[in-house]
């Protein structure tokens, strides 16, 4: 059985889709901007995005029954690679003790000029 999770703390998503899916004890996200849920804008600056992305997920799992520390998997999504040192410190504040499997990529560009996203799967 799929439930669409909708996080009433989060962002509403930007395009036609739901903030997660949970199938079964597995929770699927779609990937976190750092939309600041009140306004729907990007603060600037990418640690201000991947904080704003991180808090945005944590709605989402919190909406779902589960926390940072379900999370099996992540994807992080850059908008410039060089940001990577930065962006592990911030991600290191959020997911502490044993941090989930990870990947991290540039991309050429993210919805709306943003600088960040991260998505992710979580079991309970």
């Not at 889709?17 to 849920?37: D, F, I, M, R, W």
């Not at 940072?68 to 994807?75: F, G, H, R």
């Not at 003790?97 to 919805?111: D, F, I, T």
């Not at 960040?116 to 799967?121: D, G, M, P, Q, S």
Request: glycine letters at 8%.
């Amino acid at each position: 059985m799929n439930k669409t999770i909708t996080a009433q703390n989060a962002p509403a998503a930007v395009g036609p889709y739901c903030h997660a899916k949970l199938c079964g004890n597995t929770l699927y996200t779609s990937g976190q901007l750092g939309l600041v849920p009140a306004t729907g804008e990007l603060p600037d600056g990418v640690e201000a995005q991947a904080r704003q992305a991180l808090e945005n997920l944590k709605a989402v799992l919190e909406a779902s029954g589960m926390a940072l520390s379900d999370v099996a998997k992540t994807t992080v999504f850059l908008a410039d690679i060089n940001d990577f040192a930065a962006i592990n410190a911030i991600y290191a504040e959020y997911f502490t003790g044993e941090a989930p499997a990870r990947s991290c990529v540039q991309v050429a560009a993210l919805p709306k000029g943003a600088l960040f996203e991260i998505e992710a799967v979580a079991v309970k």
